[in-house]
């Protein structure tokens, strides 16, 4: 059982998007494991066994367990075998909250955020959450698992989050971790990083922090007013 199940498409999109905010809930305490579908291996830059060993040292800073399954880049589509994959690693972990890249992005061609293996695993998260709680699927070996929230992150330019974490603590290593994707420093003509540490400050904005990342639940959240006071 860990605490939190990420999913990320590629090597480094969950680092890329939110990964300070895991930092920050590993250093409070909580356990994580990181799922990431694919190896990258059609993207522009890296290798694929380059940019394994990147997503191996980059949660090793941060202190994250790893998980690599099978999936071809570019080739993440919604399916009910690929449904069945996911749900079977959310019963394997058993997580209590689960992240899961934003299911829907209606940006251009050359919005890096609307690449079609973001949304797609989505889409496969939402549909695999639900398959996991399942008694009744015959090809779903591990005991049933109903996994209390699913969180959106590497959200589309036009969705303003309903959760943001304070990361202005941990954007010194944040930046380490990010680095650690070597092969992908060369992105937004080798200014990546500071285009990331931009997304942050705009998130923190919105809440009044100096760096934040956003994040968007669907789900209803029960309200506590000790939160506010």
Same mark, same amino acid.
């Given at each position: 059982?860990?605490?939190?199940?990420?999913?990320?498409?590629?090597?480094?999109?969950?680092?890329?998007?939110?990964?300070?905010?895991?930092?920050?809930?590993?250093?409070?305490? /909580?356990?994580?494991?990181?799922?990431?579908? %694919?190896?990258?291996? =059609?993207?522009?830059? $890296? #290798?694929?066994?380059?940019?394994?060993?990147?997503?191996?040292?980059?949660?090793?800073?941060?202190?994250?367990?790893?998980?690599?399954?099978?999936?071809?880049?570019?080739?993440?589509?919604?399916?009910?075998?690929?449904?069945?994959?996911?749900?079977?690693?959310?019963?394997?972990?058993?997580? /209590?909250?689960?992240?899961?890249?934003?299911? %829907?992005?209606?940006? =251009?061609?050359?919005? $890096? #955020?609307?690449?079609?293996?973001?949304?797609?695993?989505?889409?496969?998260?939402?549909?695999?959450?639900?398959?996991?709680?399942?008694?009744?699927?015959?090809?779903?070996?591990?005991?049933?698992?109903?996994?209390?929230?699913?969180?959106?992150?590497?959200?589309?330019?036009?969705?303003?989050?309903?959760?943001?974490?304070?990361?202005?603590?941990?954007?010194?290593?944040?930046?380490?971790?990010?680095?650690?994707?070597?092969?992908?420093?060369?992105?937004?003509?080798?200014?990546?990083?500071?285009?990331?540490?931009?997304?942050?400050?705009?998130?923190?904005?919105?809440?009044?922090?100096?760096?934040?990342?956003?994040?968007?639940?669907?789900?209803?959240?029960?309200?506590?007013?000790?939160?506010?006071?």
């Amino acid at each position: 059982m860990v605490d939190i199940l990420v999913f990320g498409p590629h090597p480094d999109d969950a680092e890329f998007s939110m990964g300070a905010s895991l930092l920050k809930f590993i250093r409070e305490g /909580r356990t994580a494991t990181l799922c990431v579908l %694919t190896r990258g291996e =059609s993207g522009t830059y $890296g #290798t694929p066994e380059a940019r394994e060993e990147e997503m191996k040292e980059a949660c090793r800073k941060m202190g994250v367990n790893l998980e690599m399954l099978q999936f071809k880049d570019c080739q993440i589509f919604d399916n009910f075998a690929n449904r069945l994959t996911l749900a079977g690693v959310i019963r394997k972990h058993c997580p /209590r909250v689960i992240f899961a890249p934003y299911h %829907t992005n209606h940006g =251009s061609h050359l919005d $890096g #955020t609307a690449h079609p293996d973001h949304t797609a695993t989505g889409i496969l998260v939402r549909s695999a959450a639900r398959y996991a709680k399942f008694k009744g699927i015959a090809e779903l070996k591990q005991k049933p698992w109903p996994t209390r929230h699913l969180i959106y992150y590497m959200l589309p330019k036009s969705l303003k989050p309903n959760l943001v974490v304070d990361v202005s603590d941990y954007m010194t290593e944040w930046e380490e971790v990010a680095s650690s994707h070597q092969s992908q420093m060369q992105l937004r003509s080798g200014a990546v990083l500071k285009y990331l540490r931009d997304v942050r400050a705009m998130y923190g904005m919105f809440a009044g922090r100096q760096y934040a990342e956003g994040f968007f639940i669907e789900e209803p959240v029960v309200f506590d007013i000790d939160l506010f006071l």
